[in-house]
């Protein structure tokens, strides 16, 4: 992908877009012939604007053919490195010796890099005013995870390494001598302790943020940092696996396919003193004050757990010492690079070293509090903060302290009763001005348990019976990624399996980071994420047999501190699966205006709303807003009801469904997927083919007059419900006949017919849009709705807000209509009659502004 950006940028072409780099990977000729012409259109028309015509179309015919020529190399490279990985697989069971390179050449290569990196970043600052760098990598299900202790490791040396191969139950000890560079994986320079001999290492989901760089980049693994590789993977292409597309060209080097592997040392670790004992081995970065940033505790805490490890006398602590100025500079840290279970592990440790007491000025107790505060808010341990607030000196609480109580007394409203109908208000609006909204609240679990479901495996069931529209969930993403995030702004990234050919986008490959990092940071949440199933072809961790939580909370005490000595083994390969089965993947925000660029969705891991079975019928509504997500019943549901929501719309076409769902292993047998079995294959394939062919014309031609009420004549009308009458008759021929009325492919037929025939004949209007209502699954009485729409409800709404404006010279009928369409919003999204104004505006829905007016509400 850089080559062909750079080749790109040197002919004055842009890079290509979301939706370019994801046809890149298509193997079709034509596909590629069409994407090059596409990235050339920019300066051919340019050229075209120039004053020799004829010149130009020369000029442009050759822009067009080298912009192919450089997608054919592009395409040849990435199929000499897919080539390559596949044949260092066969070659794991013939390993052969590997050379050593000298140190010098292997730092210069590695500068090299660097320099790519940084000449990338500001080769397209240049062009553009800010970075834009496309990336593409490369993953395969052949990745490694180690599982044993290093206490049941063998240290291994230069001489003794082979590649390709992965060797069990050994491990390396390794010095970082070089700077960073990141790519996806992130690659430096180390020495093989005690041999000294330099070899290249590339690190996979190193970070999230892949705007990361220079100094910055590098303090996260400074040189001198003391590493133990465990059942270290020697790589033919260290890079090959989420570094840059280079071909089949590689180096022999060490492949660490998730960070679990990788165990940061301190200087007076029992394994340095043993390689070096002569001293020789000094790690500058133990010290209270100084320690990478990636992964490492803090040093209050490594003394702690190293002691809490070797001592069971829980009363005695190591004599350490250390500084609260320097203590709380480390837990800010951690607080910024988003991890609160590190922060938490250090705030413990000074607490047991008595630090915090050290200090009696009210105000020093103040602000050390309100740090123990933030680290218990980002641990969502709300109850714990709450108190903690409540011991603030009463002289010592000032604004920030009544803002802190506030919004904690709000997440601990949202844990006892979900959020309010203000709060969704709020919520909803905030995702118009945000376009990586992220909300810090508590998760609200109502009547629910996990349960195994026959043939179906766990699933989430009512404990008691529910009304229409009663909130049972609310809850937190857990490593939410959006496209917009800083961390990603600018770098799309493009990764394809090479086994299964599966792609993933930015945010997927982040997010699968984002909750590896959960897992080692906060172990607690390893059955959260780990406990989940990663597909039919991945065998479950151990985690899926342990009883499933409803709810986390931080650990507390020793048990806290010494979580972060040995955290838990996190595959990769697992992770990516659960998140590819289980994340879910909303649209972008309205605020994030990124339009219909494939790359720009987010990925959103929500554990326990995971737990939900699928229904194409569904008898739950789960709406996100940003990385929240509520869970309403759209019916009365009795004790004992699986809960049940969509993983597919149900108003897709029967087979449509089933092939999404095949991913899933399983085909689904809803009441939705019964009618349409029933109605035949033949008649599916008719009724799509009508849907196809036969409305896009007449949506046209409905939406040009409907555009023109005025000028239209009355039989122009006429004739439009007469034509969609007509399509109608045509795709009820394709039900069953026993069929009930749940039609849903009907209802906005039903409603554009509606609308026409209220210019001519108001009873016509009002059987059209009631049609329309009914065909979502809505039961309708004279003047109201008496069992809410099965689905497609924004359609259902809208046939019911038709219905209020044809009873306009009834106001009680009126308002019954529009009451009707606020109980369907209500259990669907919630958020009250203001929340419903919102998304249906009376500037849209001129019938609404009574209901405005009547309610007070400004709109």
Known sequence: MESLVRSLRNLGLAAPNGEQITSLVDADPQVEKRLAQQLAVPAQIDLMDSEDASAAMVDAALLTGATEAMLANYNRTLQQQIEALKEEFVKTKSPKPIKRIPLKALLSQQEALIR???DERLSSKSQSGSAYTPRQILDTDSVHCSTTAVSELQRMDFDELLAPKRFEGRYLVVRVVSRLSLYASCSFVGEIIPSGAPIPISIAYFTPNLNLYG???DAMLPVGTYLLIREPYISTNYLGFGGPITGAKGTVGIRVDTPSDVIILDEDDALLAD????????NSLSTLAQF????????????????????DQDSCVPPVTATLASTRDIIRRFLRQERPGAAWREWLSAEKLGLWKTEMDSSAVADDLMLKVDVLVELSAFAEADTVLE??????????????????????????QGPSEGLLQRIFQTTFTDPSPRFSLGEFLGPIAVQQIPNAGRGLVLTRDVDQGELLLCCRALGSTYSTDKECDGVPLLRVNIDSGVTSTTTQVLAATRCIYKILDRPELATAILGLTAGPDIPNSKYVAKPYPLKTLPLSGDAAIQSGLHPPDVDALYV???????????????????GNDPMSRSTMPHPLPAILNHACLPNVSSVFFGDLVTTRALHPLPAGTQIMHQYVQGELPYDSRQSLLSKHGFQ????????????GASARHQRESLLATSLPPLVDRSQALLQNMQLA????????????????????????????????????????????????????????????????????????????????????IQCLLMLAKLHQEDQAQEMSWIQAAIDTHHSMIGGGTVLFLQRYSPELYPVLHRLADTTAIPV
Request: hydrophobic letters at 40%; proline letters at 5%.
């Open 391 to 416: 011991t603030v000196p009463l002289e010592e609480r000032d604004r920030a302290w009544t803002c802190r109580k506030a919004e904690v007394s709000e997440a601990l409203d949202v844990n006892l």
């Open 116 to 118: 790519r990196r940084t």
């Open 576 to 594: 990516n699966g659960v998140l590819r089965f289980n994340a879910f993947g909303p649209a972008a925000t309205p605020a994030a205006a990124t």
């Open 215 to 217: 100094e910055e980049l």
């Open 292 to 311: 990478a940033g990636w992964r490492q505790e803090g040093p209050l805490s490594r003394a702690i757990q190293r002691f809490l490890n070797q001592n």
């Open 668 to 679: 689904c047998g809803c009441g939705l997927c019964e009618l349409d079995e029933r109605d």
């Open 275 to 282: 390689l070096c004992p002569d001293g020789s081995c000094n």
């Open 713 to 796: 004549a009355i039989d122009a009308h006429q004739d439009m419900v007469a034509a969609l009458l007509e399509l109608i008759s045509n795709l009820g021929a394709t039900y069953n006949p026993a069929r009930n009325s749940l039609r849903p492919d009907l209802a906005d037929i039903f409603l554009r017919a509606s609308k026409h025939a209220e210019v001519y004949e108001k009873d016509a209007a009002l059987r059209l849009a009631r049609a329309g209502a009914e065909a979502t699954g809505a039961v309708l009485s004279a003047n109201s709705i008496t069992r809410l729409p099965d689905l497609h409800w924004d359609g259902a």
